[in-house]
């Protein structure tokens, strides 16, 4: 028996070199599918997720980085990205930065490969957003805040719809009802409530 294990380890090769690699483009946290434009299927959805801080949309086939959002520079660390939502049809999305800010990015109609271009950005809560989702028309984003909050925005106006201070610690989920015609958000809390506000 000792004999055949040596025997088919020697037949193995000693060198190895590497035939690709690709950046790391997760850290943990949130990561989402985002759906295609152009076309039914997945082929051409991306990863979006969370990367120290930051946010990359990666080929979900290759795994090569598309994009980076934010090119952060050294002095520009003080804000940094703590969350997004994926639009639920269209390439965009909305980050939320640790200075309480909504920026909104809708794809370059100018390139061909994936891009986006910073739109609107809103002062949305005075402390962290914890999480946040689009509702399933793509027209209403979610936050959920370290202040107790949570908030509907209309993205594409740039204005609160509606302001729900009922939970007594922070807001640390938050989700839309996926039917369209039943208009609910569901906010969970740090107080171990879950509340349901139509």
Request: proline share 4%; charged share 25%; aromatic share 6%.
């Amino acid at each position: 028996m000792s004999g055949s294990l040596k025997q088919s380890t020697d037949l193995l090769s000693k060198a190895w070199k590497v035939s690709s690699s690709r950046e790391p483009f997760y850290s943990g946290g949130k990561v989402s599918l985002s759906s295609s434009s152009d076309s039914e299927s997945k082929d051409g959805a991306c990863l979006v997720c969370m990367h120290e801080e930051n946010v990359k949309v990666v080929d979900w086939k290759s795994g090569e980085v598309l994009l980076t959002l934010l090119e952060v520079s050294e002095e520009e660390v003080s804000d940094v990205v703590v969350s997004f939502a994926v639009h639920p049809v269209n390439f965009e999305l909305v980050i939320a930065t640790s200075a309480g800010l909504l920026r909104h990015y809708a794809q370059d109609p100018e390139k061909e490969v994936k891009s986006l271009l910073m739109g609107r950005s809103i002062k949305a809560h005075a402390l962290p957003i914890l999480s946040m989702c689009y509702d399933p028309t793509g027209t209403l984003v979610a936050t959920g805040s370290t202040d107790r909050t949570a908030k509907i925005w209309d993205i594409e106006k740039g204005y609160c719809t509606h302001s729900f201070r009922d939970h007594s610690e922070s807001v640390s989920l938050v989700h839309f009802h996926p039917d369209p015609m039943n208009l609910r958000l569901v906010t969970a809390s740090h107080d171990c409530t879950v509340k349901c506000f139509d």
